[in-house]
Structures are given as C-alpha cells and as structure tokens.
C-alpha cells in the first residue's frame, strides 16, 4: 500500500492542470475505467483512479457522469475520443512534469 495522500474530488473540483493530465491518462474518456469503492459512511460509490508522484486520486463520477463530462467536453471528439490536437499540446505541456507519467 502506499503512503500517497489520497484526493477524493469530483472532476469539476480538480485543478484544470490535473483535469488536463487525466484526459491524457484517459484518452478513450473514463467510463470503462472506473472502479468501486466503498466511502466513510459505508456506501458504496464509483470513481476514477489517478495517480501523480505525490497524490492518488479517485475522481468520483458515475458511469452516467463519465459519458456526459466526455459527451460535452470540447477535448473530446464525437466518437468520445481526445482529438489530436488536444493530446499533442497536453503532451508538450507536461513532457517535463516529473509528476505525470
């Protein structure tokens, strides 16, 4: 296990740099990605696994939230897709982040 801190935000709540690494982690969009946790009151909820150097984050998002977040994101083409031009100016944004992998 690691000793990371974790970050539990919905993906509206996230720094838009961390948004922007994410979608380049995520390039497909996020639905088929997300996992099931279990929250402090014992509920079980769904989110999207993230990972820099120093944070993990689980983005909480339903499977409906995933399709409609890709759905009515610009980044995005019609086939849920992260346009090209997109994930090239994200790539030589953060080529030299040591926190993104």
């Keep these: 296990m690691n000793n990371k801190p974790r ?6 709540a996230l ?7 994410i979608k380049l982690a995520y390039p497909e969009g996020f639905k088929d990605h997300l996992i099931k946790f279990m929250n ?13 150097d120093d944070k993990y984050y ?30 090239e100016e994200f790539e030589e944004r953060y080529e030299d982040d040591d926190d993104f992998e």
């Design 7 to 12: 970050v539990l935000k919905a993906f509206e």
């Design 40 to 52: 402090k009151d014992g509920e079980y909820q769904s989110g999207l696994p993230f990972e820099t």
């Design 58 to 87: 689980l983005v909480k998002m339903t499977v409906a939230e995933a399709k409609e977040l890709i759905a009515e994101d610009d980044d995005y083409d019609d086939d849920g897709n992260l346009r090209d031009d997109v994930r």
């Design 15 to 21: 720094d838009t740099e961390i948004q922007e690494q």
